[in-house]
């Protein structure tokens, strides 16, 4: 069979219109197998998901504002064609402050009949031409009509045209193949795929689904509705097909490549790894499986298993773009940002003003410590392309690094608002507001990246996090099993948990978690830190020093793990060894470890050279006074005090709150008063 060229398409129209206008016999009339394709699933959006959220249920009265703007974002749907979008836009304009549920509903009604309609009749006349060129061409092969009552004959045209990307002439030709024969499940699934090439994934989802009908056990099939939904970010949906495309067909590679696809999405990654491999043990030259797989990989940390992945795809297809942009998101994930970008701007050699690209290498350069070059990155990728939600994400992360939050804040703001469906993006901002101590704030950004990543256990330890920061114990554990369900070797989980624990006295469970922490890195002091603390509570002090060792040994700078050996030395009765522990302590950066570690010396040794050189000058009235005897924490005296009051001698024994006190003199420095047994 002969395909036609544009020229000879034009020549047939002209044909048509000079000799062929005569009544076509009846079985060349050409009508739409269903009233439209496009227009099933705008209808339904139009008596469906139209009124969700719009009509207050109490009042019963429509948010027109919302209304008309969910109709103008339809009507300017590039999938639809413009006669169909006019229809749409008649709608809108109809919508005035009076109008109730029923009229509306009535008026929708109607403009989903008519967009059948309309969608019929120029597919009923596209039709119509594809027939008559096939009869032409039977007229100059001789063949008397044979092929133009062969539904092959329009498969076989309409995939040349698809090939061609001439969509539309595809859509007419896969119709007239179903409309003379309309049990064959084929010519429906091919034309899934012609408006799957034009990006209207709805449209194809309807095609799929009476493919599906016709035959409901193809594997083949089920991966091409799944592929509809994944792209219309219905994962769920993607994923119910996929296990059903699985279930008739275990054999059918594809069905696992796309359920690994979507399980990424999900953030699913050990199972999408299991789905990839699957996929390659079925067909091993699969380049996409090795390329999919690779990011599974790379999401669970395992940086060299995903570089084997990528250099099998580079090695298959050395122009592959997308495996040299990965492979340098791997090689800045392991901290090789040398060979990060190296990776990246081969990728740009191939694509040179690729925004992703460009976004891409800001990141490494910040994560090389080259904040500015970032910046100028991030800005060029936005010149490019003004609406890639990544490059403000990066440019973010820049301003974070510098502390300008409120800046910072304003760039997640811009990239959520361009893709607000992205957990990394909520992610990364409820993490600065963790560092900026708003936990409340914290926790809403955390639940909103739930919502989007349900089986992330790390966003769900952050939030526990979050949490145990604002100390509610309770939310914290749940969370943190919530994690623990989803990915048991979940570090940060076990030990936000085993903080909550230990808030809550449940020392046995604390004492529990905080050993699967070390369990699973030999190398986290915290970890042991904290379990020496649980240790001590539980009257073990010997277990306590033991870990408080390896704490110093791993970190010879951890402030805290000098102050709870001293604790545990002193429960020991070891005064000595506390004391020396708790001066140790006193060089901590950290404000709440030298006042710890202040109380605990005043009770072993309130002259201990190192304490008295920590407390401030003015303390001892600028070394006036000698033999500290007592500090009391009073800071609402600093409203009537001031922040410095030298009162003399006193005899008091009791204040604020305080009893047995020692007579001496007393010194006030915002918010302690410091008590002395002698004057100079």
Not at 337 to 366: S, W
Not at 392 to 415: C, G, I, P
Request: contains cysteine.
């Amino acid at each position: 069979m002969r395909t036609l060229t544009s020229g000879s398409f034009l020549s047939l129209i002209i044909i048509t219109a000079g000799v062929l206008l005569t009544p076509p016999p009846r079985e060349a009339r050409a009508v739409a197998p269903v009233a439209g394709w496009a227009a099933k699933w705008v209808g339904e959006v139009l008596v469906g998901k139209m009124f969700d959220g719009v009509w207050d249920k109490a009042t019963g009265k429509p948010n027109v504002k919302e209304l008309r703007r969910r109709l103008e974002k339809l009507e300017n749907d590039p999938a639809l064609r413009s006669e169909m979008r006019d229809e749409i836009a008649a709608l809108r304009k109809s919508v005035d402050d009076r109008i109730t549920r029923s009229d509306f509903e009535k008026m929708a009604r109607k403009t989903a009949t008519q967009l059948g309609e309309v969608e019929q009749r120029l597919l009923a006349a596209e039709m119509l031409l594809e027939k008559q060129a096939v009869r032409i061409e039977d007229l100059e092969d001789r063949t008397k009509g044979a092929t133009s009552k062969d539904p092959m004959t329009y498969i076989q045209r309409g995939t040349t045209f698809l090939d061609k990307k001439n969509f539309q002439r595809a859509i007419a030709n896969y119709c007239v193949a179903i409309d003379l024969n309309p049990k064959n499940p084929v010519p429906y699934d091919l034309l899934g795929r012609a408006f799957a090439r034009k990006n209207d994934h709805r449209t194809a989802l309807v095609c799929y689904t009476s493919a599906l009908k016709i035959a409901p056990k193809s594997a083949p099939f089920y991966r091409n509705r799944a592929e509809a939904h994944y792209h219309l970010a219905d994962y769920n949906s993607a994923l119910s097909d996929l296990n059903a495309g699985i279930q008739h067909d275990p054999r059918f590679p594809p069905s696992y490549h796309w359920r690994g696809m979507v399980r990424l999405k999900l953030h699913h990654a050990p199972d999408a790894e299991k789905d990839f491999s699957e996929a390659l043990r079925l067909d091993e030259n699969s380049t996409e499986s090795y390329y999919g797989r690779s990011w599974a990989r790379n999401r669970q940390g395992k940086y060299e298993l995903a570089l084997v992945d990528l250099g099998f795809v580079l090695k298959r297809d050395p122009k592959h773009v997308k495996a040299y942009r990965q492979r340098g998101i791997v090689y800045s994930n392991k901290g090789e940002q040398a060979l990060a970008l190296a990776d990246l701007e081969k990728a740009l050699e191939l694509e040179p003003n690729d925004a992703e690209t460009i976004a891409l290498r800001g990141l490494v350069r910040l994560r090389e410590g080259k904040p500015e070059e970032a910046q100028k990155c991030c800005e060029l990728a936005i010149k490019l392309d003004d609406r890639l939600a990544l490059a403000y994400h990066v440019l973010a992360l820049k301003h974070e690094s510098k502390n300008k939050y409120e800046q910072a804040l304003a760039d997640y703001k811009t990239a959520l608002a361009l893709e607000p469906g992205s957990p990394d993006i909520w992610r990364s901002r409820g993490l600065l507001r963790l560092k900026m101590e708003s936990f409340n704030l914290a926790v809403k950004d955390f639940s909103e990246a739930i919502k989007l990543a349900p089986n992330d256990a790390g966003i769900f330890a952050l939030r526990s996090k979050a949490h145990n920061e604002l100390g509610e114990p309770d939310e914290a554990i749940k969370d943190a099993t919530a994690a623990l369900t989803r990915d048991s070797t979940n570090y940060e989980a076990y030990f936000q948990r085993a903080a909550a624990r230990t808030k809550k006295a449940q020392l046995r469970e604390a004492l529990a978690d905080y050993t699967e922490c070390i369990k699973l890195d030999r190398k986290a002091d915290m970890a042991y830190n904290n379990r020496s603390v649980v240790y001590r509570r539980l009257g073990q002090p010997d277990d306590a020093i033991k870990d408080c060792l390896v704490a110093l040994r791993l970190n010879s700078k951890h402030d805290y793990a000098y102050y709870n050996r001293a604790l545990a030395y002193r429960e020991k009765g070891k005064l000595r060894l506390a004391e020396w522990d708790l001066a140790s302590a006193l060089d901590s950066r950290q404000a709440s470890v030298r006042e710890d570690a202040i109380e605990a010396l005043l009770g072993i040794n309130p002259n201990n050279p190192a304490l008295l050189k920590a407390l401030p000058e003015k303390a001892s009235a600028s070394g006036h006074y000698t033999k500290l005897l007592r500090r009391l924490h009073v800071p609402d005296d600093q409203e009537r005090r001031g922040d410095y009051k030298d009162a003399g001698y006193s005899l008091a024994t009791s204040y604020a709150g305080y009893k047995n006190l020692p007579k001496g003199y007393w010194v006030y420095v915002a918010p302690y008063w410091y008590i002395w047994e002698k004057k100079r």
